[in-house]
């Protein structure tokens, strides 16, 4: 007997599917056929709690997998290939062609191919469905196996290498009897399986029936004496116009079935549609939603979250992760994507591409090379200054380096010093990195040439030992995702091994490799019992979920024009194709819909930037599109507070006690000795001084150039004024040798143009000098001066030069621009100055800028300090900076490090200082941020902001 019952399509189906099981099921002489896993295994669950007993979980069987357990079960010497296996035949098959290929043309495309990331899906998706198509001896094709018959038929490129497949795939079958794929399996079981009759067949849940599906089918049909074919209802709608196909080869099957009006379905009584302001306020109250309903009693396994793909899934999961929900993301992730798989592929690939820059760097900042004194920036920059971005890299390039450090190890002490010897130590550490990186390149080159899967799996096993996140189990909640993508990898090349290909260069077998890691796929997580499920939409069409949450839900997404480009490209009429994988992508959404009680369908309205999104055509097409405005970004209300961490932010934004920063802002900082440029530092702010040197924060990769900018000007001068110079032009050239001493700064053109700049520059300020420096009589050049301060403070001044005239002295300091001039530096070098002399006398203290050849003159005459304000001239009082400068030690040697963002800084320099006291002063205030430039610690300071009475000063 054969009898089709059309089943209604709702909520309720598996419930109604798992009572009908009653009237048909038989442990030995039953069999349930379904379309996917979910499907199958909703029945049999809901079949089992009902009957209250075990039931024969065998008797519930996917249609792929009965036929090749069955297969497998009647024949067991059998070897059976799966997608696994073709993914490696093909891209095997298509690197022995580019081999053997005379046509220029073809090969090019062979090439372009096989170099092309992620194409073995597309090459593998058609040539199942045209090995399918040559099995089967169906006569109806639906759109898609008919637009890919047409393809074979032209004369196309990729027809032609579709077709080799075929016939190469053809000859393997026929060279032993006991190989099979799912197609041959298929087909196995149509012309060749005979089994004894049993009593009931029940199929159920079928949308469409592909060719050789039918034939399996038509053979099933035999083997039992009653068939019982439960067929949706026709539906009002283009998405299940492939229904008709199904009723259609039911009829000619002997079904008997009842003409039915097409069904209207009615979606948007149970749908809701709400628009959030961008991504992250949709995770946040869709996640918030979902922790109200478990709150309110509803279970985690009664729940799903629909997502478009892989990473907003984790976004997801993430999230309800730390409001301590239990999820299980049931997508998969392409291995090429994986952190491990890149890493451990990253020594071959840097090999076969000889060497390439970027993949030297991605193996320098792997877990192979453990040395980390360098960050990554620095290597980056160490590579170019030895012009290693251009040239091959090679143990010579080390040996060139190392005769660099010996060059700088000859240097005679000179103010370049202390920076030279941090160069010395930063490039030996960069030799030893590139030491460790040529022996772990040597020993893969070494390796690869051998049995390669082999070798690499030993290879992976050795690493993975080493690396200290894979055996340190502290890292074990991390790296649980990167354990399963290790474990599918191995699992690769293991079956990669057992296939024996018979290819002998490691160069093939890298890029079948590399073919195979960009299609397969790993599982985020493990299986967690009731717990939410996150899905995308092929996954959620056969689910049954009291609450189902659709996000994302965006015209980027859906409907998903996912077609094969290998064949859209030749398609005389690519609109039939799109419009047919449209009907397919909207059955999902519809199926997804219709399984649930509760749909909501959510979607973020603009990008973080503001930038606008638009929802998805369902979205409005399936309910009333609601738009929530949220004004909380980060901070949660407080009843939508869901995570300790939520919880904990709330508290310091929120509770009066937390609200404000209230410490003491002191230090022993230990100072012994000062200069200039440790109290303008301290001045400047006092935490930036306790930060660089008693927290001893280092800003690694901070650009030094402006440094050796004014030492190569200051020693220039120096040597001017000792010496007989005839021609400025030399001596500029013999101490830029001396002081740029990277190698980026000796490649001829640059250092051409610079030396003629700064010569012109030197020139032009040795004129201003002359016009503006009235005393030709110099008494020193860059001499340093000591005194004692408050007793025991080692005061230091090193003054550039000093000129003398009678009972008078001009004190001069060069800067490169003069806008830098501060006039507490020049008080200072005239208190330790005069406290050497011992006597009385006059100073004229004068700043000069070399490159803007401007000037800034004070004079000290007694007890008085005369400087101009514009166009008139002002005085102070002598006393009033020896005043100033007692409170700064007195600060200073106390441990006062309150920083200039805090209101109680009363830490100030001189110029400042005068200005509070009502002097007329021109005096630059002080910011942590200024435009572009910023203090080298403000990322770290910047953190104090979540206090309500923090705010970084800035312009």
């Known amino acids: 007997m054969k009898r089709a019952i059309i089943t209604k399509l709702d909520e309720n189906h598996f419930e109604y599917m798992a009572n009908e099981m009653e009237k048909y099921y038989d442990p030995f002489s039953f069999l349930f056929i379904g379309p996917t896993g979910y499907y199958v295994r909703q029945i049999s669950d809901k079949f089992s709690e009902k009957l209250g007993k075990t039931i024969n979980r065998d008797a519930f069987r996917v249609i792929n997998q009965y036929v090749v357990e069955t297969l497998k079960l009647n024949n ?74 047409q393809l074979l038929e032209k004369n196309e490129k990729i027809s032609k290498l579709i077709l080799n497949l075929l016939n190469d795939t053809s000859l393997i079958m026929q060279k032993s009897g006991n190989i099979f794929d799912q197609i041959t399996t298929y087909k196995w079981y149509v012309e060749e399986y005979f089994e004894e009759k049993k009593k009931n067949l029940v199929l159920s849940g079928f949308f469409d029936i592909p060719p050789i599906l039918k034939d399996v089918f038509k053979k099933m049909f035999k083997n039992f004496e009653n068939v019982y074919f439960y067929v949706w209802e026709q539906i009002n709608d283009r998405a299940f116009n492939q229904l008709n196909d199904i009723y259609n080869f039911l009829k000619s099957e002997g079904f008997k079935i009842e003409e039915t009006i097409p069904h209207t379905l009615k979606l948007k009584d149970k749908t809701k549609v709400t628009s959030y302001k961008n991504s992250i306020v949709e995770i946040y109250e869709i996640t918030g939603k979902i922790k109200e309903l478990l709150i309110n009693g509803k279970s985690p396994n009664e729940i799903a979250i629909v997502v478009p793909n892989f990473s907003i899934a984790k976004q997801f999961s993430e999230k309800l992760t730390e409001i301590g929900i239990p999820n299980n993301v049931n997508l998969q992730s392409k291995l090429s994507e994986s952190k491990i798989v890149k890493i451990l592929l990253q020594p071959i690939k840097t090999i076969y591409y000889n060497f390439e820059t970027e993949d030297l760097l991605a193996l320098i900042e792997s877990p192979y090379i453990d040395t980390r004194q360098l960050t990554i920036e620095k290597i980056e920059k160490f590579f170019r200054e030895f012009r290693m971005l251009d040239e091959k890299f090679s143990k010579e390039k080390i040996q060139e380096i190392s005769a660099h450090i010996k060059q700088l190890e000859k240097i005679k002490d000179d103010d370049t010093y202390q920076d030279r010897m941090e160069k010395i130590e930063e490039y030996k550490v960069f030799i030893e990195i590139l030491d460790n990186l040529l022996n772990l390149l040597e020993e893969v080159k070494n390796g690869i040439t051998n049995d390669f899967i082999t070798w690499f799996i030993e290879f992976i096993k050795f690493s993975i030992e080493k690396f200290d996140i894979f055996t340190n189990d502290k890292y074990l909640f991390e790296i649980k995702e990167e354990k399963n993508a290790l474990i599918k990898f191995i699992e690769v090349l293991n079956n990669l091994k057992s296939y024996n290909l018979k290819i002998n260069s490691w160069r093939t077998f890298y890029k079948i490799l590399t073919s195979i890691i960009n299609v397969e796929k790993y599982r985020f997580s493990e299986r967690k019992e009731n717990a939410i499920d996150i899905f995308d939409i092929t996954q959620a069409r056969f689910v049954r979920k009291k609450f189902k949450f659709f996000v994302n839900f965006t015209d980027a997404f859906y409907p998903n024009f996912d077609i094969n480009p290998l064949i859209l490209n030749v398609l005389s009429d690519p609109n039939k194709l799109r419009s047919f994988n449209e009907e397919i992508e909207r059955r999902n959404v519809i199926l997804s819909l219709i399984f649930s009680e509760n749909n909501h369908i959510s979607f973020p309205h603009s990008t973080l930037s503001g930038e606008p999104i638009l929802p998805s055509t369902y979205a409005t097409e399936f309910g009333e599109v609601k738009d929530i405005e949220t004004s909380f970004y980060i901070i949660p209300q407080a009843s939508k507070i869901y995570s300790e961490f939520d919880k904990n932010l709330y508290k310091a934004f929120n509770e009066e006690r937390k609200l404000k920063l209230n410490v003491e802002w002191k230090s022993s900082l230990n100072v012994k000795k000062v200069s200039h440029s440790l109290i303008s530092t301290y001045v400047n ?48 050239e013999e101490v830029y040798d001396e002081v740029f001493i990277e190698e980026f700064f000796q490649y001829s053109i640059p250092k051409s143009i610079n030396i003629e700049n700064y010569t012109k520059k030197l020139n032009e300020f040795l004129m201003h000098l002359h016009e503006n420096v009235e005393s030709k009589n110099i008494y020193q050049l860059e001499k340093t001066y000591m005194t004692k301060l408050r007793g025991n403070i080692l005061a230091e001044a090193r003054i550039d030069r000093i000129d003398k005239d009678k009972d008078s002295y001009t004190i001069i300091d060069y800067k490169k621009n003069s806008k830098n001039s501060d006039m507490g530096q020049l008080l200072l070098y005239d208190y330790i100055f005069k406290s050497n002399i011992n006597k009385d006398f006059e100073t004229t203290l004068l700043f000069l800028g070399i490159e803007d050849r401007k000037s800034y003159k004070i004079k000290r005459i007694k007890e008085k300090i005369y400087y101009n304000y514009y166009k008139s001239e002002k005085e102070i009082d002598y006393d009033i900076y020896l005043s100033w400068l007692d409170s700064i030690l007195e600060k200073l040697t106390s441990g006062d490090i309150t920083p200039i963002f805090v209101e109680q800084n009363n830490v100030k320099p001189f110029m400042m200082y005068l200005k509070d006291m009502g002097f007329k002063i021109q005096s630059k205030k002080r910011f942590c941020k200024s435009y572009a430039v910023s203090c080298h610690f403000y990322e770290i300071c910047k953190n104090f902001e979540i206090y309500n009475n923090v705010k970084l000063v800035e312009k």
């Open 76 to 149: 067991m010497d059998t070897v059976f290939f799966d997608r696994d296996f073709f993914k490696a035949f093909i891209a095997s098959q298509i690197e022995e062609y580019i081999k053997n290929e005379k046509d220029d043309e073809y090969l090019e495309f062979l090439r372009t191919v096989s170099r092309s990331k992620g194409i073995l899906n597309y090459i593998l998706e058609l040539f199942e469905k045209a090995w399918e198509i040559k099995v089967s001896s169906g006569d109806f094709l639906t759109p898609y196996y008919y637009e890919i018959n």
């Open 685 to 732: 702010c006092p935490f930036k001084l306790f930060l660089s040197e008693k927290a001893n924060v280092r800003n690694i990769d901070s650009d030094k150039s402006n440094l050796y900018i004014g030492i190569f000007y200051h020693r220039v001068l120096k040597r001017y004024f000792e010496e007989v110079v005839f021609e400025l032009k030399k001596l500029v």
